[in-house]
């Protein structure tokens, strides 16, 4: 019928070596050894049928389908398949056409492996978690960071406002949210100009260096016009909504990062749509490791105990994806975030340890005494947990945290 050469792609004798390892879950009616070459196939120099002409140079570009484990396969790409450099054309060839097959019920994209060869392309990191840390002087606990609540919605002077009495009660980092960027209410370089007015008299006060992650996500070349304007207001750090704006933006703004001294803090919005399936889409590790490929300083990783899927094992994987040795690639900053508040420190801190940036909103914004007094008492449960008291106890002696703990107690949100 013209359609037999598919198992061709399937090699369980072949031996990896200079090659990209793409692990799938796969789901389909037809033998899984069919199945898996018609993912091969179609993700390298296959097409649905036998060709009338194939030169032997290009049978050494087919990929291979080297490992059959249950529904888990593995499949092996020749690194002369891919653009150096380039997310965009690797996420085209291995999560391409793959995931639209008919005779494929669901495809899971679980994990890759690259050899140094691809891996030295890739910037990595600019400053990672020792360069963070060294820019705000903080080396001993997690850093604190807070998104204005509600996310959308404050003018200029209200946002700054909020900024200032967080930082005040000793959160290090003030964030934008996923979903702000230049609205009429709230214009960007009118919000930039009135947080770093803002900073600048936190700063003063509290003698504690003070950062804003400015979200510049937009059409690329405004993010760079963004991202400059940021460096040119004394900003040390820009937020992208890596997915929404894609690889290819990101990417570019990465080396425009270079030229100004930027940080970036990934944000995963819209994430879900690709991870939370687990028969179908792209995991969640995939994703974070190409950001920090891409170069990314902070990622958003959950937290295990908020209001976000996502249970403290893949927590755990995700936040070592991020902090392992890998290659040249600095380690990045796992963000713990999603319905965070005082009571639930102690089981983040568990489950991170100190190298965590811990993002609470609602879990600051929402105290009974206001976001100055929400920002202490989440420091407070820090310098609590650090010491190992229970935060009852330490409650007893700080009141922000004690009110804290009496709206909240230790719930986790949904």
């Known amino acids: 019928m013209g359609f037999e050469w598919y198992t061709t792609f399937v090699d369980l004798n072949y ?24 993912v ?15 030169p032997e140079r ?3 570009l087919m990929a291979r389908v080297y490992q059959i484990e249950g529904d888990r396969i593995s499949v092996a790409y020749n690194i002369e398949l891919f653009e150096e450099g380039n997310i965009p054309q690797l996420l085209s060839s291995v999560a391409g056409n793959i995931f639209g097959m008919r005779a494929i019920q669901g495809l899971r994209f679980e994990d890759f492996e690259i050899p ?7 910037k990595g990191p600019q400053f990672g978690i020792d360069g963070i840390r060294e820019r705000l002087k903080i080396f001993d606990r997690p850093l604190t960071c ?35 960027t230049s609205q009429p209410f709230i214009r960007f370089e009118n919000r930039l100009e009135k947080v770093m007015k803002a900073r600048e008299k ?24 963004r991202a400059m304007l940021v460096a040119d207001f004394g900003n040390e750090y820009i937020m992208i909504d890596i997915l929404t704006a894609g690889f290819a933006g990101l990417q570019t703004l990465r080396n425009v990062c270079d030229d100004y001294g930027l940080a970036i803090h990934a944000h995963r919005a819209m994430h879900g749509a690709f991870t939370r399936n687990p028969e179908h889409g792209i995991s969640l590790k995939v994703i974070t ?25 893949e927590v755990e994987e995700l936040a070592e994806v991020c902090r392992a040795e890998w290659f040249h690639f600095k380690q990045v900053f796992p963000v713990s975030s999603g319905g965070l508040h005082p009571g639930l420190i102690p089981d983040v801190i568990s489950l991170f340890g100190k190298d965590v940036i811990i993002q609470a909103g609602g879990g600051i914004h929402g105290h009974p005494d206001g976001s100055l007094a929400g920002a202490r008492a989440l420091r407070q449960a820090i310098e609590a947990s650090l010491q190992g008291v229970s935060l009852e106890e330490f409650a007893e002696g700080h009141a922000e945290l004690r009110k804290a703990l009496e709206k909240w107690g230790k719930i986790s949100p949904k």
């Open 146 to 180: 807070t998104v204005p609540k509600p996310k959308v919605g404050f003018d200029a002077e209200e946002y700054a406002r909020v900024g200032l009495n967080s930082w005040l009660g000793g959160v290090d980092i003030l964030k934008d949210d996923e979903n702000l």
């Open 58 to 60: 290009i049978k050494k």
């Open 202 to 225: 936190a700063e003063k006060e509290t003698g504690e260096r003070k950062t804003y992650l400015a979200n510049i996500t937009a059409e690329t070349k405004e993010m760079e016009k």
């Open 116 to 122: 140094e060869s691809y891996a030295k392309h890739f």
């Open 15 to 38: 031996k990896p070596e200079e090659d990209i390892l793409c692990h799938f879950r796969i789901k389909s009616d037809m033998p899984i050894e069919e199945a898996a070459g018609r």
């Open 289 to 313: 490791k190409l950001a920090r490929m891409a170069g990314v300083d902070n990622m958003h990783v959950g937290t295990g105990v908020g209001k976000m899927a996502g249970g403290k094992e």
């Open 40 to 54: 091969a196939s179609e993700s390298s120099v296959g097409t649905w049928t036998t060709l009338a002409e194939l």
